[in-house]
C-alpha cells in the first residue's frame, strides 16, 4: 500500500524556517517524481514545488521561489521542503504527492498523505 | 502560467441528481486535466485524469469529458459519499494549477 506521511509543521516566527518531510513506503520512490501542494486554511490547492525521481530537476511556484527549497534523500524514501523566510502567507497544510510514473513528461498526482500544518504567526 | 477557473463555485443538489462542473483554461491544455475529490479534512483524491480516464476503483458515475480549454466532470447520479469539493488541474507544463475548487452541497 502506498503511504506519504508528512511531518515537520507547526508554528513559526515571520521571517523563520521550517523543514517539512515526506516519508515514503510501500513502491519505489526513487523512480516517482514528487511534489509539494499547500492549501491555506478554507481555501484551494496550490501547488508549491516539483523534484524529478533523480533530482536533476526541479521547479517552484512563482509565490515561493528564492525562500523553499525541495530536496529528497531516495536511499531514505524522504522528500523534503526547506522553508525560509515564512510569512503569514504561507500557513496552510502542506502535502507531498506522487506524481503518475513513467510518462516523461508532466502528470497528475495519484497519491497524497495527510498533510502537516504550518501557520506562520508572532 | 496558465489559469484554471471553474464554475460554479458552489451548488446544492439532491441524491440522484445529475451534476456538472466546468474548468476553463486560460490556454490550450490539449487534454492534460485531471479531476480530484476533497472531502474535509482529507488529501484530495483523483477520480479522472487525462480528461476522461477514470482513476482505479472510481465509480462510473463519474466521468470527464472536453479538450483544449473547456472540461466538465458529471456525476450522473449523486450519491451520499459525493458530496465534497471538486478540483480540477492541469498538468500541461511543469507549472501545473488547479481550479478553485467546487463545494457540492446538499439541496
Known amino acids: 500500500e502506498v503511504q506519504l506521511v508528512e511531518s515537520g509543521g507547526g508554528l513559526a516566527q515571520p521571517g523563520g524556517s521550517l523543514r517539512l518531510s515526506c516519508e515514503a513506503s510501500?513502491?519505489?520512490?526513487?523512480?516517482?517524481?514528487m511534489n509539494w501542494v499547500r492549501q491555506a486554511p478554507g481555501k484551494g490547492l496550490e501547488w508549491v514545488a516539483y523534484?524529478?525521481?533523480?533530482?536533476?530537476?526541479?521547479y517552484y511556484a512563482d509565490s515561493v521561489k528564492g525562500r523553499f527549497t525541495i530536496s529528497r534523500d531516495n536511499a531514505n524514501n524522504s522528500l523534503f521542503l526547506q522553508m525560509n523566510s515564512l510569512s503569514p502567507e504561507d500557513t496552510a497544510v502542506y502535502f507531498c504527492?506522487?506524481?503518475?510514473?513513467?510518462?516523461?513528461?508532466?502528470?497528475?498526482?495519484?497519491?497524497w498523505g495527510q498533510g502537516t500544518l504550518v501557520t506562520v504567526s508572532s | 502560467d496558465i489559469q484554471m477557473t471553474q464554475s460554479p463555485s458552489s451548488l446544492s443538489a439532491s441524491v440522484g441528481d445529475r451534476v456538472a462542473i466546468t474548468c476553463r483554461a486560460s490556454?490550450?491544455?490539449?487534454?492534460?486535466l485531471a479531476w480530484y475529490q476533497q472531502k474535509p479534512g482529507k488529501p484530495p483524491q483523483v477520480l479522472i485524469y487525462k480528461t476522461s480516464k477514470l482513476e482505479s476503483g472510481v465509480p462510473p458515475r463519474f466521468s470527464g469529458s472536453g479538450s483544449g480549454t473547456e472540461f466538465t466532470l458529471t456525476i450522473s447520479s449523486l450519491q451520499p459519499d459525493d458530496f465534497a469539493t471538486y478540483y480540477c488541474q492541469h498538468y500541461n507544463s511543469n507549472s501545473p494549477t488547479f481550479g478553485q475548487g467546487t463545494k457540492v452541497e446538499v439541496k
Open positions: 504527492a506522487r506524481e503518475r510514473a513513467g510518462a516523461g513528461r508532466p502528470d497528475w498526482f495519484d497519491s
Open positions: 523534484i524529478s525521481s533523480l533530482s536533476s530537476n526541479i
Open positions: 510501500g513502491f519505489i520512490f526513487s523512480s516517482y517524481e
Open positions: 490556454q490550450s491544455i490539449d487534454n492534460w
